[in-house]
């Protein structure tokens, strides 16, 4: 009989724990393992309680861990949601960056570009042309003249196109002798298709022979010389 009565108190305590476990499970335990009871009417939830009460220690076992499960969820999801804020952050900052950097750049390059090239001579245009003709070569496209002053104290090339020229720009070069490298050659300056030019040659006319000289006509853009031209002295 004692044997019958310790058996029937701890089956009574199973119970009565079961019951007490019960009422918390149905209400809110069930949706925590089992996505399908989230949202299950009361109906449901008094239904369920029976089998709470019988099997509430295997129930609860499963309760605990679904809850350190979605505790672990939940700071994986902050973790995560941390991290983005940070690249999100990251990002932002890039993009101001490129945001700052890209328009420096342009007005960087746009300052950079040369001004037009056809109005930079590699010497300076005279104001007028100088009185005296030393020297000419007339030609059906152009005229050249060698010009100076009535003391022959200051020199002038005077270029002038008499038709438009077939090449669009080009360089002229002072040679010695029949030397022509024009990295050799001196530098005078350069033309275009049509106008008339003057250059200072003063630099030029001090250690040069006029008797042996020629002038070079190089296309700088197609790296070719164009003509040479000896001038009668």
Known sequence: MFLIEVILLIFSIYLIAGFIFAIPFSIKGAGKIDEGANGGSWGFRIIIIPGSIVFWPILLKKWVRASRSLSIQNEAE???GIRIKQLRKRHL?????????????????????????K?????????KALPVI???VNKKE???????DEGKNH???????????????ATIYWAEGENKNIEQARLIGRIEARGNYYFQ???????INFSNDQLILYDFIGKQIIETIKLPF
């Open 155 to 169: 020199w002038q090339l005077e270029w002038i196109n008499n038709e438009v020229l077939t090449y669009p720009t």
């Open 201 to 207: 040659i003063d630099s030029v006319v001090k250690n």
């Open 93 to 117: 900052q890039v993009w101001l960056l490129w945001a700052a950097l890209l328009p420096a750049g342009i007005i960087t390059a746009w300052l950079s570009i040369p001004g037009p090239y």
């Open 134 to 136: 030393e020297t000419s």
């Open 142 to 148: 152009y005229t050249v003249n060698i010009r100076t």
């Open 119 to 127: 109005n930079k001579l590699f010497q300076p245009i005279a104001e």
């Open 78 to 80: 902050t973790t995560r």
